[in-house]
């Protein structure tokens, strides 16, 4: 998933009160979180059945800058100079309509995958916040958010956070 979908759930770094020094910390690795809880999954496949025709899409431009490099390529000895420049024009504008494509697709996923998790990743920070503060965590950091040179298993929160999620949040029929 997109670092702008970690950014969108950095909230739930919730400092608890306490002193600094009491050290009960966890973190949640929120992209693995967001993708894994059942509803996640079911968001990230309706994000796919959205992304697969468009995907198809660029299929058909990509093929399209194929074949023309195909007709160059079959036609550079045997047409006339005038035949292979529009042949050449032909691939320069169907890569750039593929680019073009490529990049409008690109946005658009990124916007319906923040469009299509954002519920999701609002519910787990709630429920790692409530979590941290039931349990007595002074602070639960965003796995991967930090260079981290080490992190115990046991400070791992988030198969905990995942189970409590499916069951506060049950996926709808």
Known sequence: MRKRL???VLFFAAFCAGPATAGKI??????????QVK???LKLQELE???APRRQQLEVAAARVTEIRKQINDQRNVSSRETLER??????????????QKR????????????????????????????GEQNGYDAIFVLKAQPLVFVSDSADLTDTIIRLYD????PKS
């Open 26 to 35: 966890g973190f949640v690795d929120a992209e693995r979180a967001v993708a």
């Open 87 to 100: 042949l050449q024009r032909d691939e320069v504008q169907a890569r750039r309509d593929f680019e073009d």
């Open 39 to 41: 509803e996640g999954a």
């Open 104 to 131: 409008q697709f690109d946005r658009d996923l990124a916007a319906k995958q923040d469009e299509f998790l954002a519920d999701v990743a609002v519910k787990v920070g709630a429920v790692a916040t409530d979590y």
């Open 167 to 170: 069951t506060r949040f049950p």
């Open 6 to 8: 970690v950014a969108g």
């Open 49 to 51: 059945e959205w992304a």
